[in-house]
């Protein structure tokens, strides 16, 4: 019972290099979302995915690019790393479009370090 | 903006001691309340989810309430242990979610 897999666990990057971390998720749910977990910041949302096709951006998309490849996966791409952008990263996913009886599963997280 | 807050941010008890977290948010008009359970280094467990039609939602030596007319929720954890230490994290949403930043809970054998 895989739950939410995320990719890689570790990252470090220099400053101006681009990565992609995955997420995959193997419960069939529908709404995927990725969020970062910064201290004293609790946990903002980048990008969510309502459906499969179908992106939004959240409260701090700005440096950040988002793909549903399809109903399993969604992956956050990184074009330009910056400083700014070290931050543990948690995908996490819930059955519904609508999370109104659903909770949030999430994946263990890829702590990426941009120097 | 939606705010939820979590006050304290650290919180240190002896094991066996009843304690309650605290959770509150700008907004009434709430969908729904998640509790998260956090240990360092790994992703967010759910604890408990209140619909917001619900006062309360209860699961074990855990319950939560949802008083939405004052803004607040809390997780009542009852004869704590110390394997109940972690982050614990109130989320507020509907098609999003927005987090507090937690209260790290140790409890002391």
């Known amino acids: 019972n895989a739950g939410v897999t995320q990719t890689p666990k570790f990252q470090v990057l220099k400053t101006g290099q681009s990565m992609t971390l995955q997420c995959a998720q193997d419960m069939n749910h529908n709404s995927m979302y990725w969020y970062r977990q910064d201290p004293g910041m609790g946990l903002r949302l980048i990008y969510y995915?309502?459906?499969?096709?179908?992106?939004d951006k959240g409260e701090v998309p700005n440096g950040y690019n988002v793909s549903r490849l399809n109903k399993r996966e969604f992956s956050l791409r990184l074009e330009s790393a910056a400083p700014s952008q070290t931050s543990v990263y948690f995908c996490a996913s819930t059955p519904d479009r609508v999370i109104y009886n659903s909770p949030l599963h999430f994946g263990n997280g890829t702590r990426l370090t941009v120097t | 903006k939606q705010e939820v807050t979590q006050i304290p941010a650290a919180l240190s008890v002896p094991e066996g001691e009843n304690l309650v977290l605290n959770c509150s948010f700008t907004d009434s008009a709430i969908y729904n309340l998640q509790w998260f359970r956090q240990d360092p280094g790994k992703g967010l467990t759910s604890l408990l989810l209140i619909q917001s039609s619900q006062r309360e939602q209860t699961s074990g030596r855990l319950n939560a309430s949802l008083d939405k007319s004052s803004g607040r929720s809390t997780l009542y954890i009852a004869a704590s242990q110390p394997g109940d230490s972690a982050t614990y994290l109130c989320g507020r949403g509907y098609q999003k979610v927005t987090f507090g930043t937690g209260t790290k809970l140790q409890v002391i054998p």
């Open positions: 995915s309502a459906s499969e096709g179908t992106t």
